[in-house]
């Protein structure tokens, strides 16, 4: 299975906005709205913040925002604090009924 | 609260087998289906398939095919991931996840470390 694309890293000052992209296909992101995020922190497990293209779960901040336009969909983060520093994973449930993430992005936050 | 936790850390030669068990609670087990996803050091996640707690059906990725069994324990809420004729490329955290239907993983245990050497 093919790798959502993500760019490696990206980096934003306090107080700013960074959005991290993730690049499929029509077969997976620009098929469906089941894109998900998740934030992950070194040695701990992914932590679900972003459904359905848009949605957040109940607990996730509202700076932490999703979108889509074709093929491509989008992670948004306002208000960058020194916690959002993590990686993030985008994945997507696919034409063939699997799932498929990103290759992962990690934000520095300066 | 839903918890998810697995089993502990595992080391294995190569050609071996290893069985991984993820105990659910805080939510009716039989009402969502459990993902297993692996993370090899540095590496995406990686989905590997799933298990529905209520009848047992499985799906599985196709790379991995053959060689991955999931099985539940309705009595325990428990289910587990085996995978055989381990090589070092299977060296990885596998993580399980509670299904959200098509939307994602919203729940996951804390990742259990199986390394092939």
């Known amino acids: 299975q093919s790798a959502l694309t993500q760019p490696a890293s990206v980096s934003g000052s306090p107080g700013q906005s960074i959005t991290i992209s993730c690049t499929g296909t029509r077969s997976d992101v620009g098929g469906y709205n089941y894109v998900s995020w998740y934030q992950q922190y070194p040695g701990k497990a992914p932590k679900f913040m972003i459904f359905?293209?848009?949605k957040r779960p109940s607990g996730v901040s509202n700076r932490f925002s999703g979108s889509k336009s074709g093929n491509t969909a989008s992670l948004t983060i306002s208000g960058l604090q020194a916690e959002d520093e993590a990686d993030y994973y985008c994945s997507s449930y696919t034409t063939s009924n699997t799932w498929v993430f990103g290759g992962g992005t990690k934000l520095t936050v300066l | 609260q839903v918890q998810l936790v697995q089993s502990g850390a595992e080391v294995h030669k190569p050609g071996a087998s290893v069985k991984v068990s993820c105990k659910a609670s805080g939510y009716t087990f039989t009402t969502y289906a459990l993902h297993w996803v692996r993370q090899a050091p540095g590496q995406r996640p990686e989905w590997m398939g799933w298990i529905y707690g209520g009848n047992g059906n499985t799906e599985y990725s196709q790379y991995l095919q053959g060689r991955v069994t999931f099985t539940r324990d309705t009595s325990t809420s428990t289910v587990y991931m085996e995978l055989s004729s381990l090589t070092s490329q299977d060296t990885a955290v596998y993580y399980c996840g509670r299904g959200l239907g098509y939307y994602g993983f919203d729940y996951w245990g804390q990742g259990t470390l199986v390394t092939v050497s």
């Open positions: 359905d293209v848009n």
